[in-house]
């Protein structure tokens, strides 16, 4: 029995980031932070040490959700990449959301490579049948030039593989490409380089989010000392186009909805391509409202 008193809540520390889809989801923090924390745009958990929570701690706001979200059928595992947590103590965690929270039917979680890697196959199927549905990674960029700049610590192959090693194990496999991230002279060297590693990878969702500066970032420091330029929208829009028009998915969702994009864009693969190609064509010759610059949020 856990040494907390399940009624004293849920014992979240800090800012707790999870995916859009995640919303309605019973958030279960495992770890603090990012076991990497490297990548030169984010400022997600600066304010954070990477670390994983006392059993007891995890144990009690699984018992306290187990009373008090009994209408919520997913639960996300945050921080940053839950899945580097090792096997056997992530199989303890989902054997008690098993346990307690028997009305979940998803359980999804954040993962980098590294997470992914340590994880055999066998491993990740028996992670699946505990009920992780689904693995949301960040890809970023298909680009190895611009993926060793951002510090991301995998290249293109290396993302792919790992994709590929989620898709094999049956688990939904959801990632996010960031529009701007290669600077200017590289924009359309990464759209379609990234368009390449989304195809070959054909994960099930594609989420594209609009590069915004982190105050206090490597990257934040490179473009006040002039070593990284921004596109501007026309550029980001071509950037956009020329990645979507680069990637085939055989039946995933490509989208740009979310709040940090100037033009939201749903294209489901493979019927959805040309008509998102027109779109964004008569954005570019302002037949469409972009979305104002004060209406953009991370
Ligand atoms: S792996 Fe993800 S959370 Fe960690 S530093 Fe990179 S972008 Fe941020």
Not at 66 to 88: C, E, K, T
Request: one cysteine or more.
């Amino acid at each position: 029995m856990s040494l907390f008193n399940h009624v004293e809540g849920m014992h979240y520390e800090g800012m707790c980031i999870r995916p859009p889809s995640e919303a309605n989801s019973i958030l279960l923090q495992a770890t603090t932070g990012c076991s990497h924390n490297k990548c030169a745009f984010c400022g997600s958990y600066k304010d954070k040490r990477f670390r994983i929570k006392d059993n007891d701690i995890i144990l009690s706001d699984i018992l306290y959700a187990s009373r008090y979200m009994r209408r919520q059928d997913r639960l996300f595992i945050m921080d940053g990449d839950a899945l580097i947590i090792p096997y056997r103590r992530l199989t303890w965690i989902f054997e008690r959301i098993r346990e307690h929270l028997p009305w979940v039917k998803r359980i999804g979680v954040y993962a980098n490579t590294k997470g992914i890697k340590m994880k055999s196959e066998e491993e990740l199927m028996a992670l699946k049948g505990l009920g992780l549905g689904i693995i949301y990674m960040g890809v970023e960029t298909g680009d190895d030039q611009t993926l060793e700049a951002i510090r991301k610590g995998a290249n293109a192959q290396r993302i792919l593989d790992m994709g590929l090693k989620v898709k094999s194990a049956g688990i939904t496999l959801s990632v996010t490409v960031l529009l701007g991230i290669a600077g200017r002279e590289r924009s359309l060297i990464h759209a379609r380089a990234t368009g390449a590693l989304l195809t070959a990878m054909d994960p099930d969702y594609v989420g594209a989010l609009t590069l915004m500066i982190m105050p206090g970032t490597p990257l934040a420091g490179d473009l006040s000392a002039g070593r990284f330029e921004l596109p501007d929208n026309v550029g980001l829009l071509k950037e956009l186009r020329e990645m979507i028009a680069s990637t085939t998915l055989t039946r995933g969702l490509f989208f740009s909805n979310h709040a940090s994009n100037y033009l939201p864009v749903k294209v489901r693969y493979p019927e959805g391509k040309e008509q998102a190609l027109t779109l964004i064509d008569m954005a570019l010759q302002g037949k469409v409202d972009l979305r104002p610059e004060w209406m953009r949020a991370l």
